[in-house]
Structure formats: C-alpha cells, structure tokens
C-alpha cells in the first residue's frame, strides 16, 4: 500500500489547512491510521490517530482542541484538519497506517519504520 499526503502549505497564525492522506496500491484491511509531524530539529512525533472502523479519535495534548481527524473509508482517504494554526505547528505531516495506531493513547507509539505504511510527508508552514 502506498500512501500520499497532500494539503500542505504557507498559511498565517491562526489560520486552517486540510491535510489529506490517499492510500493506493493493494489495501489490505485498515485497522487504524495517524497523523505524525517532524519540526525542524526534532524527532517525528505522533499527533492524532483513528480507529478506521469506529471513527474514534485519539489526539496528543500538543494539537487536542485544534485539529480533527478523520476518515472516509469508502475512498480510503484520511484528513487533518487543522484549525487555529500557530508557529510552532511548523512542520512536515507524515499519515501513518498501521493497527498499533489503536492502542497509542495507552502505550505510546514512537516513530517506528515498522509500521505497515508511511507517506513522504507534506509541509507545513505557519507564519507568525
């Protein structure tokens, strides 16, 4: 399975983006997707995960109350929306798929090459 972010780009402080993350290729049964971030100098952490076939959402303090993710399952697309947009939200977008995505709000989920499929990754870039 291949998957390809797109939706990045320039936008002001407090301003929205929506993030998109198409799967393509063979698409085995999606248990669970995320939505990681790397900002310059720093590792790639998780941000936001789903269960694909409840909907339920798990979100990290850094971006609870600002960002929803979401799926459609029946185009195989995840989202990122990305609201009240600041500085320090800089930052390439990496969608993740992988059923441990499941289980991150219990036991962590570091930025693992291990997982099932990662796309390339989309920047973002918030203006101040």
């Known amino acids: 399975v291949q998957l390809v972010e797109s939706g990045g780009g320039l936008v002001q402080a407090g301003g929205s983006l929506r993030l998109s993350c198409a799967a393509s290729?063979?698409?085995?049964?999606?248990?669970?997707m995320g939505w990681f971030r790397q900002a310059p100098g720093n590792e790639r952490k998780l941000i936001a995960t789903?269960?694909?076939?409840?909907?339920?959402?798990y979100y990290t303090d850094a971006v609870k109350g600002r960002f929803t993710i979401s799926r459609d399952t029946a185009n195989n697309t995840l989202y990122l929306q990305m609201n009240s947009l600041k500085p320090e939200d800089t930052a390439i977008y990496y969608c993740?798929?992988?059923?441990?995505?499941?289980?991150?709000?219990?036991?962590?989920?570091?930025?693992?090459?291990?997982?099932?499929?990662w796309g390339k990754g989309t920047q973002v870039t918030v203006s101040s």
């Open positions: 290729g063979r698409t085995p049964r999606t248990y669970a």
């Open positions: 993740v798929s992988d059923p441990a995505m499941l289980y991150c709000q219990n036991v962590g989920c570091p930025p693992s090459p291990n997982y099932d499929a």
């Open positions: 789903i269960d694909w076939n409840s909907g339920d959402p």
